[in-house]
């Protein structure tokens, strides 16, 4: 499966959404997460994450591979997001911000 990594915390672009082919992302307060079960592999939607958070799971960079297992459990408990959305109004404070683990929200 593909997972979405620490760069999206607090950005939150939401362009992935709307080419996942089967709707796997769902969506949290300041993140989106992948559901592993449904996500085909596709890749399409690495390149529309204007800060490259998206990797696919053997290829998660070296220090975030415990996003996979969380995008694995926040997935199952939050709603399904397949529109695009304003991102959050300080989004550009955080987009070259790195280890935003700490903000991440439930
Ligand atoms: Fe959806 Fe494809 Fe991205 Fe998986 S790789 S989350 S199926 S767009
Ligand atoms: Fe997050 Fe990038 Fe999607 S910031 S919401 S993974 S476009």
Do not use: M
């Not at 996500?39 to 799971?57: F, H, K, Q």
């Not at 989004?91 to 700490?102: C, F």
């Amino acid at each position: 499966a593909y997972v979405v990594t620490d760069a999206c915390i607090k950005c939150k672009y939401t362009d992935c959404v709307e080419v996942c082919p089967v709707d796997c992302f769902h969506e949290g307060p300041n993140f989106l997460a992948i559901d592993p079960d449904e996500c085909i592999d596709c890749s399409l939607c690495v390149a529309e994450c204007p800060v490259n958070a998206i990797y696919a799971e053997d290829d998660v960079p070296q220090g975030q591979e415990g996003f996979i297992q969380l995008n694995a459990e926040l997935a199952k408990g939050w709603p399904t997001i397949t529109q695009r959305a304003d991102p959050p109004a300080d989004h550009a404070d955080w987009a070259q911000v790195s280890g935003k683990l700490q903000h991440l929200e439930k």
